[in-house]
Each structure stands twice: as C-alpha cells, then as structure tokens.
Nanobody, 125 residues
Framework: QLQLVESGGDLVQPGGSLRLSCTGSGGTYNNYPIAWFRQAPGKEREGVSTISSSGRSWQTTPSVKGRFTISRDNAKNTVYLQMNSLKPEDTAVYYC??????????????????WGQGTQVTVSS
C-alpha cells in the first residue's frame, strides 16, 4: 500500500516562500501522477497542481499559476511544491495524493486514491 507523507508547512509572512515535500513509500510511487490539494477552513478541497509520473507534464490551477511550481525527483520518491509570493488566501492544509485513474491531468479529488495526512501552511503577518 502506497503511503504519502507531506512536510514543509509553516507560518510565513505575506510575500514569503515555502517548499512543500511529498515523499512516498510502500509502493511504486514513481508510477503515479501526484497532485497537491489544499483545504482552507470552511471551504472545499481544491486541486492546486498535478505532475505526471515522469515529471515531464503538469497542470496548475489559475489562482496560483506563476507563483507555485510543482516538480518531482523520482530518485528520492518525492514531489515538491515551491510556493512563492504567498498570500493570506493561500492559508490551508496542503495534501498530496497519488492518482489512480487514467485521466491525467486532473485536479479532481475523486481521481486520487492515496492521500497524505496534510501539512499546515499559514500566511499571516
């Protein structure tokens, strides 16, 4: 069973940067497209960015395009989300997930089966 662990969440000031990591174990992590989702209090879970198993293709939601960059290092079983120019509205719990459907690229939560426990990102002065 594939297991995912997120790390890198923190409290950061507006305009700051963070890099989140999603590390996989217990399965063929490198065979899966991986996505980042986020969920703010009182809001639905939102797809942020997804990357193919090879790392050569990705898709990012418009609200973070130009500020967030997804990448992966298959040698380390890790997907990253580099977040720059952070805004208070980026505050959320960030989750990574592994895709099981053949619908890449997709930012629909229902296309993803394996989920991490989440990491908190708070953007505040």
């Amino acid at each position: 069973q594939l297991q995912l662990v997120e790390s890198g969440g923190d409290l950061v000031q507006p305009g700051g940067s963070l890099r989140l990591s999603c590390t996989g174990s217990g399965g063929t992590y490198n065979n899966y497209p991986i996505a980042w989702f986020r969920q703010a209090p009182g809001k639905e879970r939102e797809g942020v960015s997804t990357i193919s198993s090879s790392g050569r293709s990705w898709q990012t939601t418009p609200s973070v395009k130009g500020r967030f960059t997804i990448s992966r290092d298959n040698a380390k079983n890790t997907v990253y989300l580099q977040m720059n120019s952070l805004k208070p509205e980026d505050t959320a719990v960030y989750y990574c997930a592994a895709m099981i459907s053949a619908r890449f690229p997709s930012l629909l939560a229902t296309d993803y089966k394996y989920w991490g426990q989440g990491t908190q990102v708070t953007v505040s002065s």
